[in-house]
Nanobody, 122 residues
Framework: QVQLAESGGGLVHPGGSLRLSCASS????????MGWYRQAPGKQRELVGE???????NYADSVKGRFTISRDNAKNMVYLQMNSLKPEDTAVYYC????????????????WGQGTQVTVSS
């Protein structure tokens, strides 16, 4: 059974930074395309960005230039570096994995983590 687990969330002031981590139970990160998603209260879950197994990344316009996704396949880890955080970035952040990039992009991944709360507030 593949498992994903996010960590690194917390409370941060506007303009601050956080790095989220997504740990996988197996070699999922090297064999799967990965996505970071977020869900704010009262809103649908949205794709923040994706990283393909070969390394290419893509980001939502709302976070482009502020967020960076990276992966360490040897450690079965995927990271989301978030800089210049804004109150509107407040949400529960999830990582997801699927063998198909189209499923990652659609938010219909085979595996989800449990989520980690990020709150941006002064």
């Amino acid at each position: 059974q593949v498992q994903l687990a996010e960590s690194g969330g917390g409370l941060v002031h506007p303009g601050g930074s956080l790095r989220l981590s997504c740990a996988s139970s197996g070699s999922i990160t090297s064999n799967y395309d990965m996505g970071w998603y977020r869900q704010a209260p009262g809103k649908q879950r949205e794709l923040v960005g994706e990283i393909q197994r070969g390394g290419p990344t893509n980001y939502a316009d709302s976070v482009k230039g502020r967020f960076t996704i990276s992966r360490d396949n040897a450690k079965n880890m995927v990271y989301l570096q978030m800089n210049s955080l804004k109150p509107e970035d407040t949400a529960v952040y999830y990582c997801g994995a699927d063998r198909y990039l189209t499923q990652v992009q659609a938010g219909r991944v085979a595996y989800w983590g449990q989520g980690t709360q990020v709150t941006v507030s002064s």
